[in-house]
């Protein structure tokens, strides 16, 4: 498959502990994206991490590109309720009009 | 205001009826998409537009089509509806660059019945 695929599917914490989203995918990227959605809204852009980057931060977000295994994280530091969301990865593939291949989502539950 | 309005934000219709969901965007964007979203397969691509006179096939065009009417619209018909296109479908706009960067609709949660 062309897709992300996002792992564990399905996280449930504690407010004030740490998330860690990972994905994997199977072909050459330009770059990698991850995207929130809170239930039944629209998905909202994150970050974007370029293939010849392999961190990179933003607020309590923090992105890892492995392109030798074709693998990214995304790690929520301190997670909040607020943050309890679908985030999807996306990787942005070298052809098809460099097209997202959006995986399947992992649902994340922050429990207050 | 909203940058990417959808409307209508939800439809029910009958199987056999024509349905057009409509994007309108004020970022100045040249490109355009259609997806939709079922539970458990996630954002599957329909059609794409990097400018007006641009139209492109997605994973899953087959019963749908598009216009791009001006740069700031797109809009996504269903000539004949039928109830496996019930599901949530969004649009959304990304500029003229290499890392598409993608900024979407609220959605319009549509049912066929």
């Known amino acids: 498959s062309q897709q992300g695929e996002e792992d564990p599917q399905a996280l449930s914490i504690q407010e004030g502990e740490n998330a860690t989203m990972n994905c994997s995918y199977k072909?050459?990227?330009?770059?990698l994206q991850w995207y929130r959605q809170n239930s039944g809204r629209g998905l909202v852009h994150l970050i974007l991490?370029?293939?010849?980057?392999r961190e990179k931060h933003s607020g309590r977000l923090r992105v890892t590109l492995d392109t030798s295994k074709k693998s990214s994280s995304l790690l929520i530091t301190a997670s909040r309720a607020a943050d309890t969301a679908s985030y999807f990865c996306a990787p942005v593939l070298n052809y098809g009009n460099n097209r997202l291949a959006f995986g399947k989502g992992n649902q994340v539950v922050v429990i207050p | 205001d909203a940058d990417v309005t959808q409307t209508p934000r939800n439809r029910i219709t009958k199987t056999g009826k024509r349905i057009m969901l409509e994007c309108s965007q004020t970022?100045?964007?040249?490109?355009m998409y259609w997806y939709r979203q079922d539970p458990g397969l996630g954002l599957r691509l329909i059609y794409y537009s990097f400018d007006v006179k641009d139209i492109n096939k997605g994973e899953i065009s087959d019963g749908y089509s598009v216009s791009r009417q001006a740069q700031a619209k797109f809009s996504l018909s269903l000539e004949s509806a039928i109830p496996n296109q019930t599901a949530l479908y969004f649009c959304?706009?990304?500029?003229?660059?290499?890392?598409?960067?993608?900024?979407f609709g609220p959605g319009t949660r549509l049912t066929v019945l």
């Open positions: 970022k100045g964007h040249d490109r």
């Open positions: 959304a706009t990304s500029r003229s660059n290499s890392y598409n960067e993608q900024f």
């Open positions: 072909t050459s990227i330009n770059n």
């Open positions: 991490i370029r293939s010849n980057e």
